[in-house]
């Protein structure tokens, strides 16, 4: 099959991961939010220069952000721990009653001190709607493919938002005014709140294991620690980067509409909207992108963030300037499918929340950082040279990090022949190929030797093993209760029922394991439905199997 071909087989089932009924109400209320953003931050501003001037837009720029950048991460917690469709609709609830303060606010003319109130309220509300939805497309998708068609229509949503917004917007003004702007973004987030609390997924909030890394205080904290792993750094590592970049392009392209090419304001509005159009060509180019190479978009999308700053910098005129966002915008695209698909893969969905909830946060700081950095910069460099600094370092940073970021495609995807032996144990069943590549990256290999106990009656329990190979022997209270052979399981009990461990399992032959530890494992089974129900159902077999079974009734699989 030719590259057109191919193409147009990854095009056909992204449409048809779209059709998923719940994704595609995910990605609904995900555009409404879009949408509803941009349009609030017009409106809003418009009402902060009529209340107290120039500097008042300012301040409320500032206050939308900032209770979101540094709530991001704790209330990413309640992603974990809440079902994450009934938190989304009430976000979108309480942003539909908060859009009708501010009609309010619009319409009696409360002031500049009302305003911000409400403004920042709206902010911290908004803390975890990204994290959440983040978190939710991995649970909506069956496999790595299905996952990059979500994100991809994530990403095509986001483009459209960035222009459908400001124009919604600018057509209601001219009819309605601020007041029944925000009267429409009551309704169309009413009726988003609506919508996601229809939205079904097999996500259920993990139970919690006394002494488990989730019961500590520092829970909001975990997030930023499943960032730092060393398989997700390097991705991590060039995304806050680019969002670097971002903070400093805000006012790079302010400047050079305003300065340099001898325009005005809205040529700067012009100027993003070409960065949004950009973003949708690239988004619907994504959907076509295979898993197996997300690596290799990462870094060309680096690329496209640094070189067309590069070039603005060398040839800042309108014409160009507008090509070159809207390459930007293209590699934008690019990096958010490839590399929100790559670190969807490789973080465990228990953590997913709080590990998008540091990230966005962490997202939020370094964005202020560009914009901080940038004045000083243009003062000592010159707006030119600044840009082409700040672009050439970005588009190299690929380059320097290659080696580990090459890397990245296969730790997503785990070891093949460890996905596929997970793929055979009847309690992950249930689960799609996105959540057995989590379970099969966190796994650990054991080799043991024969005789070895693999665990010992009565010992607290820590980890979970498949008998990736060898053979092993079963023994309660001194009988021997069950044999097990290569493809078989042990250990789920005194981990889901919490508890010491109810038998001793020795190797009878050379054995190759398969190892999953605690908080992985209970959090993989019992924070998804259909395998917590499985898992249920396998412990009452168990229980009842071991009560039954004489000392005589041993199952003996034949030995390797």
Request: proline residues 6%; positive net charge.
């Amino acid at each position: 099959m030719g590259a057109a071909g191919v193409l147009r087989e990854r095009l056909r089932g992204t449409r048809q991961a779209l059709r998923h009924r719940d994704l595609a109400r995910l990605l609904l209320v995900w555009g409404v939010w879009i949408t509803a953003d941009w349009a609030l931050l017009i409106t809003v501003s418009l009402l902060a220069l009529d209340a107290s001037g120039p500097a008042a837009v300012g301040l409320v720029g500032a206050v939308r952000v900032l209770p979101a950048a540094l709530l991001s991460a704790p209330a990413s917690v309640l992603t974990d721990r809440w079902s994450r469709s009934r938190l989304l609709a009430a976000v979108y609830a309480g942003s539909s009653v908060l859009a009708g303060l501010l009609v309010w606010c619009a319409v009696t003319d409360a002031g500049l001190p009302a305003l911000l109130v409400v403004v920042a309220a709206g902010s911290a509300l908004s803390a975890a709607v990204r994290p959440t939805l983040q978190a939710m497309v991995p649970t909506l998708v069956t496999s790595p493919t299905d996952l990059i068609a979500a994100n991809a229509g994530f990403a095509t949503l986001e483009a459209l938002g960035t222009v459908v917004g400001p124009g919604l917007c600018a057509a209601l003004l001219g009819v309605l005014g601020p007041p029944g702007v925000l009267g429409v973004l009551v309704v169309l987030l009413g009726v988003a709140a609506v919508v996601a609390a229809t939205i079904r997924t097999p996500f259920v909030p993990a139970r919690r294991v006394p002494g488990s890394t989730r019961d500590a205080w520092l829970a909001p904290l975990l997030g930023f620690r499943v960032l730092a792993r060393p398989g997700l750094r390097p991705a991590v590592s060039l995304f806050l980067g680019q969002t670097v970049m971002r903070g400093l392009l805000n006012v790079f392209v302010v400047l050079v509409a305003t300065s340099v090419v001898g325009g005005s304001e809205s040529l700067a509005g012009r100027l993003f909207i070409a960065m949004g159009l950009g973003g949708l060509v690239g988004a619907v180019v994504a959907m076509g992108l295979g898993p197996r190479r997300g690596s290799r978009w990462i870094a060309l999308g680096i690329v496209l963030w640094g070189l067309p700053v590069v070039a603005i910098g060398i040839w800042p005129q309108a014409g160009p300037a507008s090509a070159s966002l809207a390459l930007l915008g293209f590699g934008n695209a690019l990096l958010d499918v490839s590399g929100y698909t790559l670190v969807n893969r490789l973080v465990p969905d228990h953590l997913a929340g709080r590990a998008w909830g540091a990230f966005n946060a962490l997202a939020a700081a370094v964005v202020a950082l560009g914009s901080l950095l940038a004045p000083p910069l243009v003062a000592a460099l010159g707006l030119g040279g600044a840009m082409v600094l700040t672009g050439a370092v970005l588009a190299l940073a690929p380059v320097l990090t290659w080696r580990r970021l090459s890397r990245l495609d296969a730790l997503a995807g785990g070891r093949t022949e460890d996905v596929e032996l997970l793929r055979r144990v009847p309690l992950f069943a249930a689960l799609s190929l996105v959540g057995v590549e989590r379970l099969a990256r966190s796994a650990q290999v054991r080799r043991v030797d024969p005789g070895t106990d693999v665990v010992r009656q009565g010992e607290p329990a820590a980890e979970f093993y498949v008998l990736a190979s060898g053979a092993a022997v079963v023994v309660r209270d001194g009988r021997e209760v069950r044999r097990l052979g290569a493809g078989e399981a042990f250990g789920e009990i005194a981990l889901l029922e919490p508890g010491p461990r109810t038998a001793t399992v020795t190797t009878l032959t050379p054995a190759r394991l398969l190892v999953l530890d605690r908080d992985g494992f209970v959090g993989a089974v019992t924070g998804h439905r259909p395998t917590d129900d499985l898992a249920r159902a396998r412990l009452a077999s168990l229980h009842a199997a071991d009560e039954e079974r004489g000392p005589d009734a041993v199952e003996e699989p034949p030995l390797p």
